[in-house]
């Protein structure tokens, strides 16, 4: 059965810039229907909308389709379905009819095929219903609904809580769409099959192409699981792999930063078999928004199976940082290995009196979008009586972000010089390291709106 479900996950829609979060790889791949017997429920719509080219080009299609499974399985020349799978006919209109039971002689579900005449309306849920009660639920056999419908529903109950039913039951569901007079909607096609849908629905707007579509699925049900898989995964330049964690099933090996390849040697040869890779990223972008995981992720097998992987995407926050003067610039050093002394020229230092430099960061909280913010800082010293003294004040102005919703926005490096000769905290004004009480205000609202003030207390 080849690749029966592929699957890409991350663990968190949200994450802030430079964080990092999870992918998750996944495969499940199934045996040959030789070692695998499977039963298969053939559905076949004959609603009034089939009538002429689109029911015959159905019925070679579907009689084809036996064919493959019946030269799969080592039919015998009686034409007979080997190696214990079945195939029942299943077909529809205003209601459901189980045309065969599941059975193995191919002249009579040809014969079922051919007698098929078209007219009514579109039952799909009573056509998901009679499919499910040809399987025995104490057989063993993998179990694969094949629908076939050129329409949408337009009689019986909604059938995607019964095609749900049936998944729930480990059935694989596959569906075939022909784009005939009533349309056919290819999410719903989606909504009723298994996963991936990339591997498990095909639609035409032609009935030639009808045939091909039923022999290609009847290859794709036959063959075995998988071997030498080779998945090749490459992340977008917003992010990096940090690490990759040991696959359930072959080995992983990072290729570069951005890149790595998952080999696999078989999977799913015998039994049905899973396997998944773990590995991690971390955002290195400098831009917030939406943002696709991996650039590009490829997959091969020496059967040749299709295998799409999702896209997942995250959301990705940055701070707002507002620096409303130059932070002091650091003075880069280098020291030698093995030196037992360094000497540095860091340039020249004016000294215009004994002071203290602070130097505070705030966090203005729920800043909303295309607001200007104004805040204000307050510093004062406290007395040991707790008498405040002004020591300065300063002002800025917050430029409005364009986020789409409310942010905090960090304002750095908000310094102020406070000389030691106007030390009143009980200090003695010829001690450089006394310690100094102080009180810092702060005042923030949106320009034309109403205000927010907290304080904060600092010891030097």
Not at 286 to 308: A, R
Not at 412 to 424: A, G, H, M, T, Y
Request: aromatic content about 4%; charged content about 20%.
């Amino acid at each position: 059965m080849g690749i029966t479900n592929s699957n890409k996950v991350i663990n968190m829609e949200r994450i802030d810039c430079d964080g990092s979060l999870k992918v998750t790889l996944a495969l499940t791949a199934a045996p040959d229907i030789v070692t695998n017997p499977t039963d298969i429920a053939l559905v076949l719509d004959r609603s009034g909308s089939m009538t002429g080219e689109p029911l015959a080009s159905m019925k070679t299609g579907a009689k084809t389709f036996i064919d493959i499974i019946s030269e799969s399985t080592g039919g015998q020349a009686s034409g007979e379905i080997g190696s214990g799978s079945r195939i029942g006919i299943v077909s529809f209109s205003s209601t459901a009819v189980q045309d065969t039971q599941l059975i193995t002689s191919v002249a009579t579900l040809k014969n079922a095929v051919d007698a098929l005449s078209a007219g009514g309306s579109t039952n799909h849920a009573d056509a998901f219903t009679k499919a499910i009660s040809l399987f025995d639920p104490s057989s063993s056999n993998a179990k694969v609904i094949v629908m076939f419908t050129d329409g949408n529903t337009t009689a019986g109950a909604p059938p995607a809580p019964v095609a749900a039913a049936a998944r729930a039951q480990g059935i694989i569901i596959y569906c075939i769409g022909l784009v005939g007079s009533d349309g056919v909607d290819v999410e719903v096609l989606n909504d009723w099959a298994s996963d991936p849908a990339a591997t498990h629905v095909a639609v035409t707007p032609d009935t030639a192409d009808l045939e091909e579509l039923f022999a290609e699925l009847a290859a794709n049900i036959s063959k075995t699981g998988a071997t030498n898989i080779v998945i090749n995964e490459k992340v977008t330049d917003d992010f990096v792999v940090t690490s990759i964690l040991n696959p359930t099933v072959g080995s992983a090996t990072m290729l570069n930063s951005t890149s790595l390849r998952w080999t696999i040697p078989e999977l799913g040869v015998s039994a049905p078999e899973s396997a998944t890779l773990e590995f991690y990223v971390r955002h290195v972008g400098q831009n917030p928004g939406t943002k696709l995981v991996n650039e590009s992720i490829t997959y091969s097998d020496t059967e040749g199976n299709v295998v799409d992987f999702p896209e997942p995407a995250v959301a990705v926050e940055c701070d707002v940082v507002v620096n409303p003067e130059e932070c002091p610039l650091p003075v880069d050093l280098t020291i030698q290995s093995c030196s037992d002394a360094v000497v540095v020229d860091t340039g020249d230092v004016y000294l215009e009196s004994m002071g203290t430099i602070l130097q505070m960061d705030v966090t203005v909280k729920n800043v909303c979008p295309q607001k200007r913010v104004a805040l204000a800082v307050i510093l004062t010293e406290v007395d040991e009586n707790g008498t405040e003294y002004q020591r300065g004040t300063k002002a800025v102005t917050i430029p409005a972000h364009s986020y789409p919703s409310c942010r905090d926005v960090l304002v750095k490096c908000i310094k102020f010089v406070v000389p030691k000769d106007l030390d009143v905290s009980g200090g003695s004004t010829q001690t450089m390291c006394s310690p100094r009480q102080f009180k810092a205000r702060f005042i923030a609202h949106n320009i034309d709106s109403d205000y927010r003030c907290c304080e904060s207390v600092l010891t030097l």
